[in-house]
């Protein structure tokens, strides 16, 4: 892996950008082009596509994969959605292309593994389901231990136990959108659904 480039005031730059020679540069956790000439200088960048092209070229490495127990990155368990580029966990940005493949395939979001048919999602008052994807038990336990967001979170969220058929996946019954899913190619994280449960469901945790 060469260096990271920098140049002066700017942060190191790690990621080439996908559209130009320039680098990718990180700023309200959103991925842009530093050259502002170029077509994505002014839109969010992937990440994940702007990673693979890394990795195709044989200068990175895939950021780990599904599976227990979770490697540490600055002493915190890796979430299977944290992007991992240049040996950085990326802790703002979520890997779109790993994203839409946890909700598709009924994945966790914190170990990639496979989903039991009932499983934790955490809600907001609103019953909107953050990061729009589900959880082990356990790996619920490892991120309300370990994530500063739930450990002491701004605002009230409530752990629910709850089945594909009871999630609303933009507004469609998960076990739906889980069942359509099964024919459709490989993964593109162009389509990322919103997640609700409607407040007569699922089960609150007995912890
Ligand atoms: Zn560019
Ligand atoms: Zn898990």
């Not at 490495?61 to 299977?80: I, S």
């Not at 990326?90 to 292309?97: F, I, M, P």
């Not at 496979?114 to 994807?133: G, Q, R």
Request: glycine letters at 6%.
């Amino acid at each position: 892996m060469s260096a990271p480039m920098s140049d002066g005031d700017h942060p190191p730059i790690v990621m080439p950008c996908t559209d130009c020679a320039s680098g990718l540069e990180l700023a309200d956790g959103q991925l842009t082009c530093v050259n502002v000439q170029c077509s994505s200088a002014w839109i969010t960048v992937p990440i994940w596509r702007a990673h693979e092209r890394l990795v195709a070229a044989g200068l990175d490495v895939p950021a780990p994969g599904a599976g227990w127990p979770r490697p540490l990155f600055d002493g915190v368990p890796h979430p299977y959605l944290t992007p991992v580029v240049a040996g950085r966990a990326w802790w703002k940005l979520v890997d779109e292309r790993r994203h839409q493949e946890c909700q598709l395939r009924w994945a966790c979001q914190v170990c990639g593994s496979p989903l039991p048919s009932a499983a934790w999602v955490v809600v907001n008052i609103h019953y909107e389901v953050l990061i729009s994807t589900a959880m082990h038990e356990r790996c619920l336990r490892l991120a309300t231990a370990r994530c500063p967001n739930l450990v002491s979170p701004p605002v009230i969220l409530t752990p629910l136990q709850v089945t594909p058929r009871e999630i609303r996946a933009d507004h469609r019954p998960l076990d739906e959108v889980l069942a359509a899913a099964v024919s459709k190619p490989a993964t593109t994280g162009d389509w990322i659904q919103e997640w609700t449960v409607p407040r007569t469901h699922g089960l609150h945790s007995p912890w």
